[in-house]
Structure formats: C-alpha cells, structure tokens
C-alpha cells in the first residue's frame, strides 16, 4: 500500500487530542503534542531528534555523482542558540510525561550529541550510559580530509537519579552469547530491504534507523506492555519494533508524508507469539526459597548427607534445614564457606545430593518449588 492510499484509508490523530493515543502517530510539533499527553504516562522515550548537520553545498563522490545527504528544512536551525532552545524544549516535555521510574534514549552524531548530553543534565536527567553504534557499513569520507565517520552515540538517561528504571541485564547477556553487553555495539545501518521507499524509488526518509538498534534498545529497557513515545517518529522504526516486541507505541512527526510511510509499514509487522515475549529475569527477582522448605517438604529429608562436587566435603541435614559437619552448624550458605575456609559461598549450587551414585545441586529442588509457585500465579 503506498502512503497516498494509506492516507485515504485512514487518518493520523490530530495534537488536539488528549487521551493516550496508543499505537497512533500524532502529526505535529513534538512539543506542542508531549504537552498534551498527561504527565507521567510513559515508561520510556527513545528520540532521533534533527542532528543540526551544518552541512555546505553539496557533497559528492569522486565520480562526481551526488551523496543523498540530510538537506531538509527539518535539520537546519538558524544558531547553536536556536538548537539550544529547541533541545531544551522537547527534552522538558518529554520529562514530564515519563513515569518517576522512567528513562529516555537520545541518539545523536558529534554534530549534536555533546550539546543535548548537557542540556539532558541542566534538566535533571541522570545519565546512565553511553551507547556507540559502530556502524559495520558507514558511508565513506569522500573528500579525504577527516576520518570516516563510522559511530553514532546514544545517551541513555533515567528521570532522576532516584528513578528505578527497567534494565534487563540477564536478558541482554544471554542476547550476547552469556557475556555481559558492553556499551558499544556493532550493528549495520539500514539499507536493502528494510530501507523504505518512495514511489520513485528514493529514500523515504534520509535517517532511517535499523530496526535492530531499536531492538536492542527496548528488549534491554522495557518490558511487554510498556508504553514506549518517540517524539521524531520518522519513518516509524521505534513503532514497528514495539509493535513486534509487545509494546504499545506512541509516535509524534510533524511531517505528513513520513506518518503515512511510517503507518502503513507499522500496519505490515506481525507481532511476536505471547510466549516468545518473555526474557531471561535476573536472579534476584525471584521467589525466595528457604532451603528449610526443601526439609519441610520432604525433597531433602532431615539425615541426608550433601557432598561438595568433588565429593571432598560433606554435612547431614538436620531438621531445621541446618547443616552438621564434625565442628559446626548453621546454613548451607555459612556450612559451605567454612568446609572451604572462604568468606561466603553460595550453598545452593555448592551442596550436592546423591541421586544414586550421580550427585545433583540441591539448587534443582528450588527451581522445582519456583516453577510450582509460577503455576499458581
């Protein structure tokens, strides 16, 4: 479906409205329209605000053939002044509709980045991280006088320095192969396929962003269900990643003609399955298990002897979910530490049960009493 078609089919909301318009685009000035949402409504703001490029006459290859750069009105300001105020601007709106314990992502070039990175402060922002995006394919350095521009920086900030914001760390380790994420990550711009295009086969919008990047950002900051706003929706890639990713998706542009791009691709995605949407959960947001509910329910009976793995130590329960060795008592977690003469221990995956000459951590008895409790529910 072309965008004229789409647009015949079905009209993008007005900023007049002031509901939550989930799943919508609003068409307008990103201010104006955050200014009409209701404060605190939001758990999370990703923008791809214009990047002020500064750009000189036209820039072309050494065949003399023309580089499809960022020359729209959009981008263009009149002063770093004027820039100021207008990131100072959109950044105070979108504070105020962000929940206490939500966070915005900004991304940005050194062009920009720098300037809005302050003004993220100035507003009371707390700065969590720095993103660079490396970009496996980035556009040459035609004129050979500066180094290929191969990077883009995303700031990821929460509300306050008191919010406490999603951040699925276990999730985003097992995303990369059980090591921790690092804040630099390798990805390809948007190109074949994926790139939107016009009747004429030209860029739809000059800034696409891939949608793995927004992937990466949501799966790591939000959960399903979240409220997600971009105030430069552009050609709609923060909303077909929410829209996959079971998330609900609020997109602000002024510009008409990206809106209707930006619906009809939206209109195409298929959300992942329900049980596809759950990620790895870290540890600690678990139900807690006393391993005296273990002796309680008779998977680890009071006189059972648990062994190290090596079998080079050893205790017997005793009724309470204690541990006795020849000269002292006490948890799994202290019994552990002192057979070995450490600090502390971990006695759920240190403390082993004989399950008839094949030894098993007693931690296989707490995943079973967990997944119970999950059941419940």
């Given amino acids: 479906m072309t965008a004229k078609k789409s647009c015949e089919k079905r009209s993008t909301r007005s900023t007049k409205k002031c509901a939550l318009p989930l799943d919508e685009i609003l068409v307008g000035d990103c201010v104006e329209a955050m200014n009409r949402l209701p404060a605190g409504s939001v758990d999370l703001v990703f923008a791809d605000p214009p990047y002020n490029l500064q750009l000189r006459g036209e820039l072309k290859r050494p065949n003399e053939s023309k580089v499809d750069g960022v020359i729209d009105a959009w981008d263009q300001f009149s002063s770093f002044d004027a820039y100021d105020r207008f990131t100072r601007d959109w950044l105070a709106a979108a504070r105020r509709v962000l929940k206490p314990n939500g966070a915005l992502w900004v991304i940005g070039s050194y062009h920009n980045i720098f300037r809005v990175g302050s003004a993220l402060q100035d507003l009371d922002y707390w700065v969590l991280n720095d993103i660079i995006w490396r970009k496996t394919n980035p556009m040459p350095n035609f004129r050979g ?15 306050s320095d008191s919010s406490k914001v999603t951040f699925n760390y276990e999730a985003m380790k097992a995303l990369n192969d059980d090591l921790q994420m690092r804040s630099d ?9 994926e ?38 929706f552009g050609s709609g ?3 077909a990643a929410a829209k996959r990713m079971g998330r609900r998706f609020i997109g602000i542009e002024r510009e008409q003609v990206y809106a209707d791009f930006a619906m009809d691709r939206i209109e195409d995605v298929t959300p992942f399955e329900e049980p596809a949407l759950s ?20 998977l680890v009976r009071p006189g059972t002897m648990l062994y190290s793995y090596n079998r080079r130590h050893s205790a017997k ?23 070995q003469g450490a600090e502390a221990c971990n006695g759920w995956t240190f403390w082993h049960v004989d399950t008839g000459g094949e030894l098993a951590p007693i931690d296989i008895y707490r995943q079973q009493i967990r997944s119970e409790m999950v059941e419940v529910a």
Avoid: M
């Avoid at 990077?151 to 509300?159: G, N, V, Y």
């Avoid at 959960?281 to 139900?287: N, Q």
């Avoid at 008592?329 to 002192?338: L, P």
């Fill in 317 to 339: 329960v005793r009724a309470d979910g204690t541990l006795l060795t020849k000269d002292a008592t006490g948890s799994i977690h202290k019994i552990g530490a002192h057979v």
């Fill in 195 to 232: 790139r939107l295009k016009d009747e004429d086969g030209r860029k739809a919008h000059p800034t696409q962003k891939p949608e793995a990047l927004l992937y990466r950002v949501l799966l790591s900051t939000t959960n399903p269900g979240d409220v997600v706003l971009d105030p430069f």
């Fill in 185 to 193: 990550w390798t990805l390809p711009i948007c190109t074949g396929a």
């Fill in 279 to 298: 990620v790895t959960k870290p540890k600690r947001s678990e139900p807690r298990v006393p391993f005296g509910t273990l002796v309680e329910r008779h």
């Fill in 237 to 239: 890639s923060t909303g």
């Fill in 145 to 159: 006088k500066r180094f290929t521009n191969a990077h883009e920086t995303l700031i990821w900030a929460a509300k």
